[in-house]
């Protein structure tokens, strides 16, 4: 009979061994930071062998990037996905961050790599592009004029504000949504806000 391979805890290996190297990266990643976390302090916390996690994921690379993919897979989805909310009121939406989030990870990866052909920077480029996307499809939504400079602009915004709280330690995310909503003003000619107005009273 053979024997169960187990971790340095004597924790049997299964199908829950990749959750809990996932659910270790996350903590240690986000508490002392992708570098100065290793492989073997990673198994240690998720109670596997370095032969299993090697099992799950190639290297740390490949971990690393799907540490990213686990935090925002449909990309703000609670924010641009609610329908009680108007078009505007998602815009803003996006800026309503509680003070004790911590520093976005995609952010925190890319300083932290310094390779943008790393597969984690990779990642964090897209998702931040799909941000600005989701931004500019809302606000095109709204009537924007120009629906794509007005998300490239709020997406400048809100990962401005969270690098000035984490700096900080103070809310930049009030400042932040005062100047979303001139941008958005500015960038919605009022008939088009108007006709919007109308069209969701009267549905």
Sequence with gaps: MT??????????????????????????????GINRTGMDQLCAAAQVSKRTAYQHFT???????????????????????????TPRERLLAAFDV?????LCPYIGAAVELHDPQHPASQYARDYKKAVAARLADTAREAGAADPEQ???????????????????NADAFPTAAAIAAVLIDTAIPATAGDDRRREEVSS
Excluded: C
């Excluded at 990037?65 to 935090?71: C, Q, V």
């Design 3 to 32: 024997e169960v391979e187990k971790g340095p805890k004597g924790r049997r290996r299964g199908r829950g061994a990749r959750e809990r190297i996932l659910s270790a990266s996350q903590q240690l990643f986000r508490e002392q």
């Design 59 to 85: 290297g740390k690379d490949e971990l690393v990037a799907e540490y990213l993919r686990r935090f925002d897979p449909s990309v703000l989805s609670g924010v641009f996905d609610r329908t009680d909310l």
């Design 98 to 102: 509680p003070p004790t989030t911590p």
């Design 150 to 168: 007005l998300g490239e602009q709020l997406a400048l915004l809100i990962d401005g504000a969270a690098a000035r709280t984490r700096v900080l």
